[in-house]
C-alpha cells in the first residue's frame, strides 16, 4: 500500500500572511534571513525554518516555539531577503496569535518583557529603559537578577532616570487602541463560530430533514 500523500494546510499561512503584511508564500528558502540573523545562534528553528514551518500549516508547532520570543526586531532579515520579506514582522504577528491563543512558549520571562515593552511604547511612545526593567521584575519576582549591571549603567549614565518625552503620543495611542478592538472582535468572532460548530454538533441528526418539509 502506498504511503499517504500529506497535504499542507494553506489556512495558517494565510492568517499568518494577513496578520503580518507579508509575501510569506514567496520564500524558497534561500536562508539569508537566518544567515545574517544576530541571534541565530540562539534560535532553533531559525527564522527561515519558521517560515518554512508556516507554509507547511504547522500552527501548533510554530505558536509553541521558543524561536519567535527570540527575534530582536533589528530587521536584518528584511535588508537581506531578495522577494522583501520581512521576518521580524512575521514574528511580531506569531507572538500576538500565540498570546491570544493561549499556546505561547518562550517561557514565562519572555513574555513577561513582551508585555512590559509594549505597555512603555503604549505610555510613553517609546520603550523607556528603566520603566521596562521595573515592570519586568515586578512581573517575574526577580529583583536580584542583574543589579550588579543595572548599577554599572546607572554609574556610566546608559540608563536614564526618567522618560523622554514624545510628540504626538496621542497617535500612538490610538493605533494601540485600535489593535486591541481589533483583536477583541476577532476573539469574538472566532468564539461565535465555535459556538455555532458546537451547536450543529449537538444538533439531532433528522432536525435537517424535518425542516426540510415543512
Known amino acids: 500500500m502506498a504511503d499517504a500523500v500529506i497535504v499542507?494546510?494553506?489556512?495558517?499561512?494565510?492568517?499568518?500572511?494577513?496578520?503580518?503584511?507579508?509575501?510569506?508564500?514567496?520564500?524558497?528558502?534561500?536562508?539569508?534571513?537566518a544567515g545574517g540573523c544576530p541571534v541565530s545562534m540562539a534560535m532553533a528553528p531559525m527564522c527561515s525554518d519558521i517560515l518554512r514551518l508556516i507554509q507547511l500549516g504547522e500552527r501548533e508547532k510554530v505558536l509553541a516555539s521558543d524561536a519567535i520570543w527570540l527575534c530582536i526586531g533589528c530587521r536584518t532579515c528584511a535588508a537581506r531577503c531578495p522577494n522583501g520579506i520581512d521576518a521580524s514582522r512575521v514574528m511580531d504577528a506569531l507572538r500576538e496569535m500565540a498570546l491570544a491563543e493561549g499556546t505561547a512558549g518562550g517561557g514565562r520571562k519572555a513574555r513577561a518583557f513582551h508585555a512590559a515593552f509594549l505597555a512603555s511604547v503604549e505610555k510613553l511612545g517609546r520603550a523607556y529603559e528603566a520603566g521596562v526593567?521595573?515592570?519586568?521584575?515586578?512581573?517575574?519576582?526577580?529583583?536580584?537578577?542583574?543589579?550588579?549591571?543595572?548599577?554599572?549603567?546607572?554609574?556610566?549614565?546608559?540608563?536614564?532616570?526618567?522618560?523622554?518625552?514624545?510628540?504626538?503620543?496621542?497617535?500612538?495611542?490610538?493605533?494601540?487602541?485600535?489593535?486591541?478592538?481589533?483583536?477583541?472582535?476577532?476573539?469574538?468572532?472566532?468564539?461565535?463560530?465555535?459556538?455555532?460548530?458546537?451547536?450543529?454538533?449537538?444538533?439531532?441528526?433528522?432536525?435537517?430533514?424535518?425542516?426540510?418539509?415543512?
Open 133 to 214: 526593567i521595573s515592570l519586568y521584575k515586578l512581573k517575574t519576582a526577580s529583583f536580584g537578577e542583574d543589579l550588579g549591571l543595572g548599577l554599572k549603567l546607572l554609574a556610566r549614565r546608559k540608563l536614564k532616570l526618567l522618560p523622554s518625552r514624545v510628540r504626538r503620543i496621542e497617535e500612538i495611542r490610538r493605533i494601540f487602541k485600535a489593535a486591541k478592538t481589533a483583536e477583541a472582535e476577532a476573539a469574538a468572532e472566532a468564539a461565535a463560530k465555535a459556538e455555532a460548530g458546537a451547536a450543529g454538533a449537538k444538533a439531532p441528526a433528522g432536525a435537517g430533514h424535518q425542516e426540510a418539509k415543512r
Open 8 to 33: 499542507p494546510s494553506f489556512r495558517f499561512a494565510a492568517q499568518v500572511a494577513a496578520r503580518s503584511g507579508q509575501p510569506i508564500d514567496l520564500c524558497y528558502q534561500c536562508k539569508k534571513c
